[in-house]
């Protein structure tokens, strides 16, 4: 089964941090509904046999559209694609959009599974992230979508300037006491073209050391852990049956086909992005051209070097499945890696897969730099 991604480039404004591509210019949402129409039209031409089980709608903010938009949307691809009755459909929201009485309407429009932008449960936390809402708001939303959603993830951030392990409990704790059944919890990352990035450009604000960020990971890894979230990536957890269905085509090297500027898809080994430009995405597509702006046919050494760096961040290394895909044993071809990071503890293995423990999670990129 595949994917399909949805970029919805709109935002009421930009946080300090973000670097994903938006705007924040509003009046334009229906000329964009028009072109990405028109965008899965195009592809259901050369994909609508596939089957798919999930759809994401990542921003930006999709949750700036109104329900009605979505339920649009949706009926859209189920016209055109083979889109599978319970297919898993995220949203991605901040939790000032959303009132008890809209919730409802947009899990009616069928949205199913929604991810709140939360980051943090303390209010100083939220004010240095620019964030718009506050903690007691955030509660109240979650609270209320608990009641139409079944299936509800947070996004917490740590690892902030001068933040302590107690601060990143406070989070945590309030995550874990709402009983939501997924927690994405990301290290606070400094990317080129925030305002964020500037700050510590100036040192008006100072990042962690890695020790400090190790010290952290470990602790929310053991938090969740210890009360019943699974580890299952990197960055995120879930209750079990509530690993997020769509992500998991991104880390378990499936195929998926985004839309939307900036948006990226990968489908038998063949990967390409839109412009990240809504007037050149818009332009193009209105001339019946597809928005993409790289198309990059994988080699077969490209192709395993990006299972390996996804299957080692997520549930590891499926010895048949390596096997149908690259003609080779990983447990005879990658010998030595194994030998050494089952000795130095960091990593399992069994009779069908290799992966890395907790310990090993913690130093990912490291592994995948020095032994693959």
């Known amino acids: 089964m595949s994917g399909i991604y949805i970029h919805i480039p709109f935002c009421n404004r930009r946080c300090n941090y973000c670097d994903f591509y938006l705007i924040t210019n509003l009046n334009v949402t229906d000329k964009f509904l028009i072109s990405l129409k028109k965008e899965i039209s195009l592809y259901a031409s050369l994909y609508g046999k596939m089957k798919f089980n999930s759809v994401y709608f990542g921003g930006g903010t999709p949750s700036v559209l109104s329900h009605t938009k979505f339920k649009e949307i ?40 929604i991810s709140f932008g939360v980051q943090s449960f303390i209010d100083s936390e939220l004010k240095f992230l620019t964030r718009q809402h506050t903690s007691d708001e955030a509660v109240k939303v979650i609270k209320d979508a608990l009641k139409y959603f079944d299936n509800v993830n947070l996004d917490i951030i740590y ?18 006491d709402l009983k939501v059944n997924h927690i994405s919890a990301y290290t606070l990352t400094y990317e080129e073209r925030t305002p964020l990035y500037k700050s510590l450009q100036k040192n008006l604000v100072t990042k962690n050391t890695d020790s400090k960020e190790g010290d952290f990971y470990n602790f929310v890894s053991g938090k969740l852990s210890s009360h019943g979230y699974h580890h299952y990536e990197v960055s995120n957890f879930a209750k079990e049956g509530f690993q997020c269905r769509h992500n998991l085509k991104y880390w378990e090297y499936g195929n998926y086909v985004g839309f939307g500027p900036s948006s990226h898809s990968m489908v ?35 192709k395993k070097f990006e299972y390996l760096m996804l299957a080692l961040r997520s549930t590891g290394v499926d010895f048949e499945k390596y096997n149908e895909n690259f003609g080779n ?44």
């Not at 189920?78 to 000032?96: G, Q, V």
């Not at 001068?162 to 309030?174: A, F, G, N, V, Y």
């Not at 010998?335 to 992966?355: H, I, P, Q, V």
């Open 74 to 113: 949706i009926d859209f691809l189920h016209e055109n694609f083979d889109l599978c009755k319970d297919s898993e459909i995220s949203m991605e929201a901040n939790p000032e959009d959303f009132s008890e009485k809209n919730l409802k309407d947009y899990r009616a429009a069928g949205i199913n599974r």
């Open 159 to 176: 690892s902030l300037p001068s933040q302590t392990l107690k601060d990143i409990d406070i989070s945590l704790s309030e995550a874990i």
């Open 268 to 302: 038998n080994g063949v990967r390409w992005n839109n412009f990240r430009d809504i007037i050149k995405y818009n332009d193009m597509l209105s001339k019946d051209s597809l928005p993409v702006e790289e198309k990059t046919v994988l080699t077969s050494e490209q």
């Open 329 to 372: 044993s990983f447990s005879s071809e990658f010998s030595d890696s194994m030998n050494d990071l089952l000795k130095f503890g960091l990593a399992e293995s069994t009779d069908r897969k290799f992966y890395l423990n907790e310990k090993g999670y913690s130093i990912a990129d490291e592994i995948l730099a020095k032994y693959f």
